[in-house]
């Protein structure tokens, strides 16, 4: 999914921005969480050295997936968080990069134009 290069990027802008004040218009979904008041250890686990891989379990414990699904009823061509494929089980990620620029999943193979936030 990413390459080493992007992960090695995210480790130097995240390395970047914890070293100023605070990032103050947010680029990037991780800085969004944290300018909330979540803490790294909130997506990563408390042990510092060893950090967890997000899952779609640490995302869904904020974000209630039906009320999204519902929420997100309306966008066409399609919702973007359930399909045929996944239903509402695609890791969030997929899209909502949180240390780099958003992807649109979906548009590897459709034409959904979604913008990804
Ligand atoms: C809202 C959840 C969230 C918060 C808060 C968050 N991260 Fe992340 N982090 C992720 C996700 C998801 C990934 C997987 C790659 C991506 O989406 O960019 C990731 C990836 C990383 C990576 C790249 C290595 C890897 O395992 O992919 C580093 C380093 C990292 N985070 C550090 C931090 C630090 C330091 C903070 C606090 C300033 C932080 N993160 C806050 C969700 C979060
Ligand atoms: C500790 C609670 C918490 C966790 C964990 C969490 N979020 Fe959020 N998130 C929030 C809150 C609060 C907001 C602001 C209100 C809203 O838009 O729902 C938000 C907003 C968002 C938004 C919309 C606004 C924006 O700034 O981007 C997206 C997209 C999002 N979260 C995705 C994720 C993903 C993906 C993960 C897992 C990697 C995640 N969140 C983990 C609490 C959380
Ligand atoms: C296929 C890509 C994709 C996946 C996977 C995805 N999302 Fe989204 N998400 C979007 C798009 C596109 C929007 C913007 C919808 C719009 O235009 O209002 C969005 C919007 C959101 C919002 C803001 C909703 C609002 O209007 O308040 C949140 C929060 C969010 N997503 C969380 C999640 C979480 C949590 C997951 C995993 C359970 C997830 N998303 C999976 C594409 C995705
Ligand atoms: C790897 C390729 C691929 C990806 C990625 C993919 N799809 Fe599809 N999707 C297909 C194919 C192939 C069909 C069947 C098309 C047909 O029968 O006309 C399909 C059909 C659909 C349909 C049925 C209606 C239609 O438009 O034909 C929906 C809805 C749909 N996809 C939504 C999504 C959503 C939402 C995502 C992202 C979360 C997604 N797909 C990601 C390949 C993909």
């Known amino acids: 999914m990413k390459t080493v290069q992007a992960l ?7 390395a970047l921005l914890s070293g100023t004040a605070s990032a103050a218009d947010p680029k990037v ?8 008041g979540l803490q790294c250890e909130t997506c990563h686990g408390p042990d510092k050295a060893n950090p967890q891989e997000p899952t779609l379990q640490t995302c869904t414990q904020c974000h209630n997936i039906k009320a999204l699904v519902e929420k997100t009823k309306n966008i066409k061509p399609a919702n973007p968080h359930v399909s045929p494929h996944y239903q509402d089980q695609l890791d969030c990620i997929n899209c909502h990069v949180m240390h780099g620029k958003t992807e649109n999943f979906c548009d590897q193979c459709h034409q959904f134009g979604f913008k990804v936030p």
């Open 8 to 14: 090695l990027a995210a480790l130097a802008l995240t």
């Open 29 to 36: 979904g991780a800085d969004r969480h944290v300018a909330m």
